[in-house]
């Protein structure tokens, strides 16, 4: 082999036909890049498109890594522009994938656990073809033996009994809900409230105040207006199917899916700011839970990062992927806690198959 045809091109015209369409690929997912670096301060109702873009970032990051790899021994200039936008959205990285490791989760004493987990109303619809979710579930959260327990999509007041923690408060309502929120505890609740923060959905989110060791802690469960994922997976479906279907349908189905997203962005933006008011208010310290349905580097959850930390970005690892029921790695469940607070340790049980999402526990102290 000649030396020569070892040696990197250096200009455009070199590169053959699949090369030169490999590089097509690499600047749209680098323009997609870019504008999702965008998302984490640019309102949704002002320019969707960033918002839209940070919901593919995961996709996108994974494929910057790639092409700067695939590039190394080919041209050197695609290797200069794709290190150079990755590097620029060091802090956006940051917030999505943590490569430092941890102490193992046993270890970690003297600290309160919380754990936050969606339980999808405990399979009543049978989405897992599993038996006895709801016996399950509630083992699991037997054997965490957290101090705090934040439940979303909570159904069934029998269920309230199983939990095993002594201290309960919900604002679920069998009469008027298909499911509701929980938080449980072995510390003593001395207040506890329920709040509207959203008029337009009457979403609501719930507090209470615990005790131990004559420190008050406020502990807020939410679940934010969720997106509605329909058209999105009529979209994969279709682009999935052999051959692929009709692509009028993919783009009715995409002019479905950005005014719903749009609405599901403004509705969540309502209530964040609902109850990042009611934090300021707040004599205590405070940690907020829950399921938030959206991604770490959104216009919604930069303005709670401001606000409070997020104890991924303080002591996870990995991606933290915490949605089940899609390919692409999505963190939308979060413990976010007081700037005072320390966070020992992150979890992510991913290896807990009883809901579309995955628990998610931290130890604190404060």
Same mark, same amino acid.
């Given at each position: 082999?000649?030396?020569?045809?070892?040696?990197?091109?250096?200009?455009?015209?070199?590169?053959?036909?699949?090369?030169?369409?490999?590089?097509?690929?690499?600047?749209?997912?680098?323009?997609?890049?870019t504008i999702s670096y965008l998302?984490?301060?640019?309102?949704?109702?002002?320019?969707?498109?960033?918002?839209?873009?940070?919901?593919?970032?995961?996709?996108?990051?994974?494929?910057?890594?790639?092409?700067?790899?695939?590039?190394?021994?080919?041209?050197?200039?695609?290797?200069?522009?794709?290190?150079?936008?990755?590097?620029?959205?060091?802090?956006?990285?940051?917030?999505?994938?943590?490569?430092?490791?941890?102490?193992?989760?046993?270890?970690?004493?003297?600290?309160?656990?919380?754990?936050?987990?969606?339980?999808?109303?405990? @399979? #009543? /619809?049978?989405?897992?073809? *599993?038996?006895? $979710?709801?016996? !399950?579930? &509630?083992?699991?959260? %037997?054997?965490?033996?957290?101090?705090?327990?934040?439940?979303?999509?909570?159904?069934?007041?029998?269920?309230?009994?199983?939990?095993?923690?002594?201290?309960?408060?919900?604002?679920?309502?069998?009469?008027?809900?298909?499911?509701?929120?929980?938080?449980?505890?072995?510390?003593?609740?001395?207040?506890?409230?329920t709040i509207l923060i959203n008029?337009?959905?009457?979403?609501?989110?719930?507090?209470?105040?615990?005790?131990?060791?004559?420190?008050?802690?406020?502990?807020?469960?939410l679940h934010l207006t969720t997106?509605? @994922? #329909? /058209?999105?997976?009529?979209? *994969?479906?279709? $682009?999935?199917? !052999?051959? &692929?279907?009709?692509? %009028?349908?993919?783009?009715?189905?995409?002019?479905?899916?950005?005014?719903?997203?749009?609405?599901?962005?403004?509705?969540?933006?309502?209530?964040?700011?609902?109850?990042?008011?009611?934090?300021?208010?707040?004599?205590?310290?405070?940690?907020?839970?829950?399921?938030?349905?959206?991604?770490?580097?959104?216009?919604?959850?930069?303005?709670?990062?401001?606000?409070?930390?997020?104890?991924?970005?303080?002591?996870?690892?990995?991606?933290?992927?915490?949605?089940?029921?899609?390919?692409?790695?999505?963190?939308?469940?979060?413990?976010?806690?007081?700037?005072?607070? *320390?966070?020992?340790?992150?979890?992510?049980?991913?290896?807990?198959?009883?809901?579309?999402?995955?628990?998610?526990?931290?130890?604190?102290?404060?």
């Amino acid at each position: 082999m000649k030396k020569n045809s070892l040696k990197k091109k250096t200009n455009f015209t070199q590169l053959n036909v699949v090369d030169k369409f490999i590089l097509l690929i690499n600047c749209a997912v680098l323009l997609s890049l870019t504008i999702s670096y965008l998302a984490k301060t640019i309102n949704p109702e002002t320019w969707i498109l960033p918002s839209l873009a940070e919901k593919i970032y995961p996709i996108n990051f994974f494929a910057t890594c790639l092409f700067i790899i695939f590039w190394s021994a080919k041209f050197k200039l695609p290797i200069i522009i794709n290190l150079t936008i990755f590097l620029a959205g060091i802090n956006t990285h940051n917030n999505f994938y943590k490569i430092k490791s941890n102490k193992p989760y046993a270890e970690m004493k003297e600290t309160t656990r919380i754990t936050t987990f969606n339980v999808r109303q405990f @399979n #009543k /619809y049978k989405w897992i073809q *599993t038996e006895d $979710i709801t016996k !399950k579930i &509630i083992n699991f959260i %037997s054997s965490l033996e957290s101090d705090i327990i934040c439940l979303q999509e909570f159904y069934d007041d029998e269920n309230i009994k199983k939990i095993p923690l002594k201290n309960k408060y919900t604002n679920f309502d069998f009469k008027k809900q298909n499911s509701g929120l929980l938080i449980a505890s072995n510390l003593e609740i001395i207040n506890q409230k329920t709040i509207l923060i959203n008029k337009n959905t009457q979403n609501e989110a719930i507090y209470v105040d615990l005790v131990k060791n004559k420190d008050t802690l406020r502990v807020y469960n939410l679940h934010l207006t969720t997106s509605n @994922n #329909k /058209y999105l997976e009529n979209i *994969t479906k279709l $682009i999935k199917s !052999k051959p &692929i279907k009709r692509k %009028s349908e993919i783009i009715n189905n995409l002019k479905n899916l950005i005014p719903k997203m749009k609405n599901s962005f403004r509705q969540r933006n309502i209530e964040i700011e609902a109850i990042l008011n009611e934090i300021k208010k707040s004599p205590y310290k405070c940690i907020l839970a829950g399921d938030f349905n959206d991604t770490p580097n959104s216009f919604t959850i930069s303005k709670i990062s401001k606000q409070l930390k997020d104890s991924f970005t303080e002591s996870g690892a990995k991606s933290g992927k915490t949605y089940r029921d899609m390919v692409i790695p999505l963190r939308i469940d979060y413990i976010f806690i007081d700037k005072e607070i *320390t966070v020992q340790r992150l979890k992510t049980h991913n290896k807990i198959i009883l809901s579309d999402h995955y628990p998610i526990s931290a130890d604190l102290n404060y």
